[in-house]
């Protein structure tokens, strides 16, 4: 056998591990809807809170306080770790974020990325190609609205090109359009604001500084200005911002 050809079974089982993962957070989302809906909740922001806490579980008569706790209230976040795993990665030192799955996206937005800063520039570290691929199946309920909202924020003009890459690569992603419509108000009018930054970035340099036409063709053709336009009208469709 070809060394090339040695079978890898540590990423085998990783990559099987991920998946099952995220089926599981699929399914366990989905139910959480489904129990929603048959609760006739008051609110979208009531609906939005089951589905975000579907993988808490409730506690047993056992848990109760002032006993001894053998089961964690909440699995997810200290699931094979112990309480000084937990206090080792309150660390100042920030390394960059290598998801390799959607789930370890999600853990670490949760976890380590508390503000919009740091989120915001993990987001441009990452790039539209790669969060493309960690999403390729579904980014996930109630993500798409907490991203939206980290770039319009956030967003810069040296970053225009950055943030548009995301945005088409996150269109791309499976049940975007359901997702899109289960943003919240608020969520909506911050991916209308960004798309209106969006716009006025574009007004060129040109026009601003009164750049002679000729200076000004040249400026848009050594930029992508033009590119960029393209794509930007297609997003506004595409996420449906009048």
Same mark, same amino acid.
């Given at each position: 056998?070809?060394r090339?050809?040695i079978?890898d079974?540590?990423?085998? /089982?990783?990559?099987?591990?991920?998946?099952?993962t995220?089926?599981?957070?699929y399914k366990r989302e989905?139910?959480?809807k489904?129990?929603?809906? /048959?609760q006739?909740?008051?609110?979208?922001e009531?609906f939005?809170g089951?589905?975000?806490?579907?993988?808490?579980?409730?506690?047993e008569?056992?848990d $109760?306080?002032?006993? $001894?706790?053998?089961?964690?209230w909440?699995?997810?976040?200290?699931?094979?770790?112990t309480f000084?795993d937990?206090?080792?990665?309150?660390?100042?030192?920030?390394?960059? &974020?290598?998801?390799?799955?959607?789930?370890?996206?999600?853990?670490?937005?949760?976890?380590?990325?508390l503000?919009?800063p *740091?989120r915001?520039?993990t987001?441009?570290?990452?790039?539209g190609?790669?969060l493309?691929?960690l999403?390729?199946?579904?980014?996930?309920?109630?993500?798409?609205? /907490?991203?939206l909202v980290t770039? #319009?924020?956030?967003?810069g003009?040296a970053?225009?090109a950055g943030? &548009?890459?995301? &945005?088409?690569?996150?269109?791309?992603?499976?049940?975007?359009?359901?997702?899109?419509?289960?943003l919240?108000q608020? *969520?909506?009018?911050?991916c209308?604001?960004?798309?209106?930054?969006l716009? #006025?970035?574009?007004?060129p340099r040109?026009?601003?500084?009164? &750049?002679?036409w000729?200076?000004?063709?040249?400026?848009?053709?050594?930029?992508g200005?033009q590119? *960029?336009?393209r794509?930007?009208?297609?997003?506004?469709?595409?996420y449906?911002?009048d």
């Open positions: 056998m070809e090339n050809d079978i079974f540590d990423a085998l /089982e990783k990559e099987l591990q991920a998946a099952l995220a089926d599981e957070k989905n139910a959480a489904l129990r929603a809906v /048959e006739r909740v008051a609110s979208y009531e939005r089951i589905v975000l806490a579907s993988h808490l579980k409730p506690l008569q056992k $109760k306080m002032g006993g $001894k706790r053998t089961v964690p909440n699995c997810h976040t200290i699931q094979g770790r000084q937990v206090a080792t990665e309150i660390s100042p030192e920030k390394t960059p &974020l290598q998801p390799e799955t959607s789930a370890d996206f999600y853990r670490n937005w949760r976890r380590h990325l503000s919009g *740091e915001y520039q987001l441009l570290q990452l790039g190609p790669k493309g691929r999403f390729q199946t579904d980014v996930g309920f109630g993500l798409l609205g /907490e991203l770039l #319009a924020d956030h967003v003009p970053d225009r943030v &548009l890459g995301i &945005l088409r690569s996150l269109a791309s992603t499976g049940r975007f359009t359901l997702n899109l419509s289960l919240s608020a *969520e909506r009018e911050s209308k604001g960004l798309f209106q930054k716009q #006025a970035m574009g007004v040109s026009m601003k500084e009164g &750049l002679s000729e200076e000004q063709g040249l400026e848009e053709q050594s930029g200005l590119e *960029e336009e794509l930007l009208q297609e997003l506004l469709e595409l449906q911002v």
